[in-house]
């Protein structure tokens, strides 16, 4: 499985359509405003998967998935922690109320947490323990959970960090991947990379291959002989002429055409299963009828 969270994503409903064809697939949003805060996880598209159930809050700070993945079962959590203490506290309580860890329920929980867990997670500014009220929430959800900060498992003497201010020589750890204490052996490694953030990092965790051993569908063959089809050609030059209305606003002429190629894919896909269905829905009835 790959998957990706994303904070800060300044997302609203009218992106959503063109941001999904980019990706070529399903993403999950919880929205902010076109100018601060929202959060999105995005699955790859070639993984199979099934989400059950889907929760966010108002606010574009948190999102969660109950997910199954390859017979596993997951709850997914994106997060993007206000900065304010009072708020903070308040936060993460909340999250502690929303998820339920069991033992069929394993829990991923990623983003920014705006906290620092302890003195190894800062170098210069305001001494770690003015955080402490934080702290102590942030601890009280992985012990509620039974949650472990998998970095800091696998790196319990490292000092790295994943946000800087260059210009106050300030420097935290502040994103991390919480996951369920018998998730950890499942867990082949945790690193801190560069992002195009201009001041965080990305936190990257890698899964044993093993943990996921069902894969989704390869690699799609357009089928020629649909040409012959004359029902399927009237109908995807129909198709094309609906998608470039609804691009109309895209400017970028190869973005424009990846999104034409896409949708013209998704409904290739649809009318060749429509008509296999169709097809052997005839089969069977000429065998009933023997």
């Not at 948190?62 to 997951?74: M, R, S, W």
């Not at 020589?169 to 990379?193: A, E």
């Not at 198709?239 to 002429?253: L, P």
């Amino acid at each position: 499985m790959q998957k990706v969270n994303l904070q800060e994503t300044f997302s609203h409903e009218k992106v959503e359509h063109m941001w999904n064809a980019e990706w070529g697939g399903q993403i999950y949003y919880s929205h902010g405003t076109n100018h601060s805060k929202g959060v999105a996880i995005l699955i790859n598209p070639s993984t199979t998967h099934k989400i059950t159930d889907k929760r966010n809050d108002a606010n574009g700070r948190l999102l969660i998935l109950t997910a199954e993945i390859a017979g596993e079962h997951l709850c997914l959590v994106n997060l993007y922690s206000p900065n304010d203490i009072t708020e903070q506290e308040s936060f993460f309580q909340d999250i502690s109320r929303e998820i339920k860890t069991n033992d069929e329920l394993k829990t991923i929980i990623a983003g920014d947490f705006n906290c620092p867990l302890n003195c190894k997670d800062k170098f210069g500014g305001r001494p770690v323990k003015e955080k402490e009220r934080i702290i102590q929430s942030i601890n009280l959800l992985m012990r509620a959970n039974d949650l472990i900060d998998i970095w800091r498992e696998i790196n319990p003497k490292e000092r790295q960090y994943t946000w800087r201010d260059v210009n106050k020589g300030i420097m935290c750890r502040l994103d991390y991947f919480l996951v369920s204490n018998n998730f950890k052996p499942r867990c082949d490694s945790v690193t801190i990379v560069d992002a195009p953030s201009p001041d965080h990092s990305a936190v990257k965790m890698h899964l044993k291959p093993e943990l996921f051993v069902k894969r989704g569908p390869g690699f799609w063959l357009f089928n020629n002989t649909l040409l012959n089809d004359t029902e399927y050609v009237k109908s995807m030059k129909l198709k094309i002429d609906e998608t470039k209305a609804t691009y109309s606003y895209v400017e970028d002429i190869q973005l424009l055409w990846d999104l034409i190629k896409m949708e013209t894919r998704s409904y290739t896909m649809y009318y060749s299963k429509q008509k296999a269905k169709e097809k052997k829905g005839r089969t069977n009835g000429r065998r009933r009828d023997k």
